[in-house]
């Protein structure tokens, strides 16, 4: 009876559970990377443009209101001083016709380095807010910009920081690993020269990383130079600065072409810098210089 009982019972269930090799769990690791990346940078996306809506409405008029009066300052202090025959040309040269002409180029220049510009610098349109928004996420902050400058555009960068940071930071988080990896094939025609030269992978990524950064740096001020016409020297200071995340300095792009170069850069050269940190310590760790424990044999320690 016991028999009989024993071949009716079903036969136990096999595991349908199937391991999944090492390439496969990276292959869905990367996969599960990259979809959350592709969501943070939506969202990264859609606060930035929000912010363009909310601070154009909020600081664009307060901007034009200081352009004209910085203009009406500049025109008031120039026609104290102005002489109406200077303007005819047979007293261009009298001494104080020179210097009235060098007035009004220094004045201009006393305004535009002040941060007081007669031109409008288009900072609070809508795409130059979507750049502040983009600015104040990564925590650079030009002084140029500045900071809003009623209050309900203060208590909306507060806000915007409080969303756009993190944002920013998973955004680099996430992106810093496929930028390393990138670096690392790009370095992978060096690894022959460093394994003759007695050198650790750990090293080569150190240096051949700061190397693309120095080359990032170099290239970048090279293309501001270009497209906002600045000296080379003031080009390259502003790259630095705006890597430090200090964001020091009188400088901002000022044209669409500078300012989408800048986002760019900020996010491909923190993300590379970050990611390359991250691999150099996880190669630190497995590469550690110091030697194999002592294994002692029998029973006393």
């Not at 028999?3 to 096999?14: I, K, L, S």
């Not at 005819?88 to 104080?96: E, L, P, R, T, Y």
Request: glycine content about 10%; overall charge positive.
């Amino acid at each position: 009876m016991a028999d009989r009982d024993a071949g009716c019972r079903p036969a136990p269930r096999q595991s349908t559970v199937v391991e999944k090799s090492p390439l496969q769990a990276a292959a869905a690791a990367a996969a599960a990377r990259s979809h959350a990346l592709s969501v943070v940078a939506i969202a990264a996306l859609l606060v930035g443009c929000a912010g363009g809506f909310v601070f154009r409405w909020l600081e664009r008029e307060q901007e034009l209101s200081r352009y004209a009066l910085n203009r009406a300052i500049y025109t008031s202090l120039v026609e104290s001083v102005d002489f109406e025959y200077c303007h005819d040309i047979a007293f261009k040269d009298v001494g104080f016709c020179k210097q009235h002409a060098e007035l009004e180029v220094r004045l201009r220049n006393f305004f535009e380095r002040e941060g007081n510009s007669l031109t409008d610098l288009r900072l609070w349109t809508w795409l130059g807010s979507f750049f502040f928004v983009f600015n104040l996420s990564s925590t650079v902050g030009y002084a140029t910009q500045g900071a809003p400058a009623t209050p309900g555009g203060q208590l909306a960068a507060v806000a915007f920081g409080v969303v756009g940071v993190p944002l920013f930071g998973c955004a680099i988080f996430l992106a810093s690993g496929p930028l390393a990896a990138a670096t690392s094939v790009a370095l992978k025609g060096f690894r022959p020269v460093a394994i003759n030269l007695g050198m650790r992978p750990r090293i080569l990524q150190a240096i051949g990383g700061a190397a693309m950064l120095g080359v990032c740096f170099f290239g970048a001020a090279a293309l501001f130079q270009w497209i906002e016409g600045w000296s080379y020297p003031r080009a390259l200071y502003f790259s630095v600065m705006t890597i430090s995340t200090v964001g020091i300095g009188g400088d901002v792009p000022e044209t669409n072409g500078g300012r989408a170069l800048c986002m760019t850069y900020i996010f491909l050269v923190l993300g590379t810098s970050w990611g390359l940190l991250r691999a150099t310590s996880r190669r630190a760790g497995e590469e550690s210089w110091l030697p194999a424990p002592v294994r002692h044999h029998g029973g006393g320690p």
